[in-house]
């Protein structure tokens, strides 16, 4: 159930973000640099909810045997480090928007 709430809560703001508000294209510059290192809050909050999410499915995969494989475990560590490092450096929120929430 928390992974469809996480799920359902990264896909809403990101299809909202990316085809309503449009946001990621008009307030990032289009420019390669602009979608390395431009800001957008939105991504921000993908990137929080992602590290928490993954984080947290890290420490209960040990608890599932299926699932404390060395593949999970090493998918989770990352993509957790990934979103940590998108808020720690803010960066790459351009691509943030469509890999964490659509």
Same mark, same amino acid.
């Given at each position: 159930m928390t992974s469809l709430a996480?799920?359902?809560?990264?896909? =809403? $703001?990101? =299809?909202?973000?990316?085809?309503?508000? %449009? %946001?990621v294209h008009k307030a990032i510059p289009q420019t390669p640099e602009g979608r $390395? +290192?431009?800001?957008?809050?939105?991504?921000?909050?993908?990137?929080? $909810?992602? +590290?928490? +999410?993954?984080?947290?499915?890290?420490? $209960?995969? +040990?608890?599932?045997?299926?699932h404390c494989t060395p593949i999970m475990m090493i998918h989770h560590f990352v993509a957790a480090f990934v979103s940590w490092s998108s808020l720690e450096c803010q960066y790459l929120h351009y691509y943030g928007v469509f890999f964490l929430g659509l």
């Open positions: 996480a799920l359902c809560y990264c896909g =809403f $703001v990101g =299809f909202k973000t990316w085809y309503f508000t %449009r %946001r $390395v +290192f431009g800001y957008l809050e939105e991504s921000e909050e993908l990137a929080a $909810v992602n +590290f928490t +999410f993954q984080f947290w499915d890290l420490l $209960v995969s +040990f608890l599932i045997a299926e």
